[in-house]
Antibody
């Protein structure tokens, strides 16, 4: 059984850096893309970006200038950093697994990130 | 980016009703489409992938159809646990994009 468990700071001030980590249990880390997706309160889902086990990344152009996704294969973990956050970045952030033609079959539990001065 | 639209944005239905949700893509995406169900406070759950393939463990009352630019999700007989928000997702072209969602609530 594949389990994704995520954690990170839930309250940030404007201009700070959001930092979240997702750990993968019960499955090989290689052969997949590992993804971050966010959902502002009461709104829809937005794909942020993804990384594979070798560190190859793809980012949403709308966030690319502020986002870094990294991987630690020794721990089966991947991480998200989003710089210079504002109120517009307040959302529930999810990690998820992508299989090439069958994306987002397993999801983390979600982390609510609030941005407030 | 490929824009995804869904209709209706919300609907009210009764247990046992047949429900159909439509998703349209702004350009052709072959069959690179998934359907997800989300309940309040929970992560989305995948129901359908490759437009028509039922995810293992998902009840057979859920079905998907379509290709190209128009897709449908059908629930043949709505059950109490099906009241939720449904999203389509295209992954044909980067960035992957979701539809705005369709909320199914109790009539």
């Amino acid at each position: 059984q594949v389990v994704l468990r995520q954690w990170g700071a839930g309250l940030l001030k404007p201009s700070e850096t959001l930092s979240l980590t997702c750990a993968v249990y019960g499955e090989s880390f290689s052969g997949y893309y590992w993804t971050w997706i966010r959902q502002p309160p009461g709104k829809g889902l937005e794909w942020i970006g993804e990384i594979n086990h070798s560190g190859s990344t793809n980012y949403n152009p709308s966030l690319k200038s502020r986002v870094t996704i990294s991987v630690d294969t020794s721990k089966n973990q991947f991480s998200l950093k989003l710089r210079s956050v504002s109120a517009a970045d307040a959302a529930v952030y999810y990690c998820a697994r992508k299989v090439a033609v069958r994306p987002f079959d397993y999801w983390g539990q979600g982390t609510l990130v609030t941005v407030s001065s | 980016d490929i824009q995804m639209t869904q209709s209706p944005s919300s609907l009210s239905a009764s247990v046992g009703d047949r429900v159909t949700i439509t998703c349209r893509a702004s350009q052709g995406i072959r069959n690179d489409l998934g359907w997800y169900q989300q309940k309040p406070g929970k992560a989305p759950k995948r129901l359908i992938y490759a437009a028509v393939t039922l995810q293992s463990g998902v009840p057979s009352r859920f079905s998907g159809s379509g290709s190209g630019t128009e897709f449908t999700l059908t629930i043949s007989s709505l059950q109490p646990e099906d009241f939720a928000t449904y999203y389509c997702l295209q992954h044909n072209t980067y960035p992957p994009t979701f539809g705005p969602g369709t909320t199914v609530d109790i009539k």
